[in-house]
């Protein structure tokens, strides 16, 4: 289960990650924190990334708060092995708070 918190983001934010180069999403204003429920730290929202980088933008707040900042981060490093000997992969930041969502490298969902 994620975290229910919430960040809306201005229009000239929404417009500018649009426009960043080789986009992966289309912007949108609202969001909601992809982080565990109960976890530690700031939330999270992915807002953009580019097509094969390691990094991407999410939007960080505070519980309760309508500020938010949007950082370049480096995408979580920590991987594991799966039963069919595959390897999964974290979608979330670099020492993001609570677990990871993890998918495969095929890009399907890790079970």
């Known amino acids: 289960m994620t975290c229910p918190a919430s960040i809306h983001l201005t229009d ?3 417009a500018a990650y649009a426009a960043l180069p080789n986009p992966v999403y289309e912007v949108s204003g609202g969001h909601l924190c992809v982080l565990s429920l109960g976890h530690d730290g700031n939330h999270a929202a992915e807002v953009q990334s580019s097509v094969f980088s390691d990094r991407s933008y999410w939007a960080l707040w505070d519980d309760g708060s309508t500020d938010y900042r949007i950082m370049l981060l480096t995408m979580c490093l920590v991987t594991r ?14 020492n993001h708070g609570g ?13």
Request: proline share 3%; with cysteine; glycine share 6%.
């Open 12 to 14: 000239a934010d929404v």
């Open 81 to 94: 092995r799966r039963a069919d000997h595959t390897t999964a992969l974290c979608l979330l930041y670099d």
């Open 99 to 111: 677990e990871h969502d993890w998918i495969d490298e095929q890009g399907g969902p890790a079970f």
